[in-house]
């Protein structure tokens, strides 16, 4: 029986982001890049301010909106409308603009884009389709970026193991419940090989880049919370005890409080000029 064709807007819709209100709480718990990112890509560009950059996959435009004061233009390219709608609520730059659309099929003219970026998003798209929709956009010279970054960050030993208890009690409430993801995803690992079987790209390389900003116990607990993985569970009716929240806030709480500590974020980046 052959396989139902992608359907990348559905397959967007099952990563459980329209949930209600999560869109907030995304944009106010995870990490954001490094500037040095954005230092890395103008240097491969070879160009001190972009036409444009298009980031694919934006969310709230965390992504996107870093680029603001780099480059004339700058797109987000959105699918989930309550994602984009926190992006547009939270934009104040006249140069940066939302719209709804999947990487497979941008609209964009061939060749307009100078940097085109996919942040914590490529392993959420069909690679072979999207890798061909970049590649068309993007001008000879251009650069493609696809970063992700681990987690949990580097912040406090106690809280750290913390989060993997609680990520592995996650674990065990999805197999005890039978819960199977219907999204598709693809392995983060294998960005740079598929990058590099497109055949799209004169130069491949991956480097590892660093962000620290400050985490209160809130910002802790609430980044777990909106761990994909973890979503499904919340709409089980558990309590917090049963969740393994409770002993997640427990350490948080005491190990870094209102006042927090600095997270040291390792992002992956893996770049290819077309």
Not at 136 to 141: P, S
Request: charged letters at 25%; proline letters at 5%.
């Amino acid at each position: 029986m052959s396989q139902p064709a992608h359907d990348p807007l559905l397959n967007a819709r099952r990563t459980g982001y329209t949930r209600s209100g999560f869109g907030a709480q995304y944009h106010a718990y995870r990490p954001k890049p490094p500037t040095a990112l954005v230092e890395a890509l103008l240097q491969l560009a070879q160009m001190r301010r972009p036409r444009l950059v298009v980031d694919l996959g934006s969310g709230t435009g965390i992504s996107a909106l870093l680029w603001a004061p780099h480059a004339e233009r700058v797109l987000g390219i959105e699918p989930l409308d309550e994602m984009r709608k926190i992006a547009e609520a939270g934009n104040q730059s006249p140069n940066v603009h939302f719209q709804a659309g999947v990487a497979q099929q941008t609209g964009l003219r061939d060749g307009v884009a100078d940097i085109v970026t996919c942040a914590q998003s490529l392993h959420h798209t069909e690679p072979e389709s999207t890798l061909a929709e970049i590649g068309r956009i993007l001008r000879v010279g251009g650069v493609f970026a696809a970063y992700d970054y681990d987690w949990p960050p580097m912040i406090h030993w106690e809280a750290e193991r913390a989060f993997t208890i609680f990520m592995d009690r996650v674990r065990a409430l999805r197999k005890g419940h039978g819960i199977r993801s219907e999204q598709q995803q693809w392995g983060k690992d294998e960005h740079v090989e598929r990058m590099r079987g497109s055949g799209l790209f004169r130069y491949l390389n991956e480097l590892l880049l660093h962000n620290t900003e400050l985490c209160t116990a809130e910002r802790w607990i609430g980044f777990a919370l909106t761990i994909g993985f973890v979503l499904p569970v919340l709409d089980l009716g558990l309590s917090d005890a049963e969740l393994g929240v409770t002993a997640l806030r427990e350490v948080a709480e005491r190990t870094l409080g209102d006042r927090g500590l600095p997270w040291y974020v390792s992002y992956r980046v893996r770049v290819g000029v077309k």
